[in-house]
């Protein structure tokens, strides 16, 4: 292409300058900080962890990944702890009782103990929690939904304190 006669200087030819869009940028989106491993450990690992695992899950999983187990978990998770969680809307789906070995070597930044039992000193997290919350284990549905309400409260506390840094 051969510039026009009139032009005499410039690789732009009289035209204005390419300085693209002058508007100001938005701040950079803060960086995204890696989610805070969080386990819920309780006797048998069938209600009061799974409740807190599944609460977790649903509500935090933006900030945290979340896990169970039990000192000496149970076979399988009772139906009612199921019925609970499904009552509020909180899938439990693929939940089933654990054991800590099985999470030996495993570092967490949060271990929650349900369990009112101490835990194996193997479990040195940088934050230990105890939370006190009667065992449904054998009650009624009214003690399993007031076990699961209690439970959702401190899991949602929880969050907001993960959230908040």
């Known amino acids: 292409m051969v510039p026009p006669r009139d032009v005499t200087s410039g690789t732009r030819g009289g035209r204005p300058r390419m300085g693209g869009d002058r508007r100001p940028k938005p701040p950079a989106a803060r ?42 978990p149970a076979s399988g998770v009772p139906s009612l702890t199921r019925q609970t969680l499904s009552e509020k809307n909180i899938p439990s789906e693929g939940q089933f009782p654990k054991d800590l070995e099985s999470f030996a070597g495993k570092s967490f930044d949060v271990v929650v ?49 993960l959230r908040g840094g």
């Open 31 to 72: 960086p995204a900080t890696a989610k805070k491993a969080v386990l819920f450990v309780c006797i048998g690992n069938a209600c009061r962890s799974q409740m807190a695992e599944a609460f977790a899950r649903a509500y935090g999983s933006d900030i945290l990944t979340a896990h169970s187990a039990g000192l000496a």
């Open 113 to 161: 103990n349900l369990s009112g039992e101490p835990l194996p000193p193997a479990f040195g997290a940088a934050r230990m929690v105890e939370w006190n919350v009667r065992d449904p284990i054998g009650e009624s549905e009214s003690v399993y939904r007031a076990v699961a309400t209690q439970i959702e409260g401190l899991v949602m506390r929880l969050i907001l304190e």
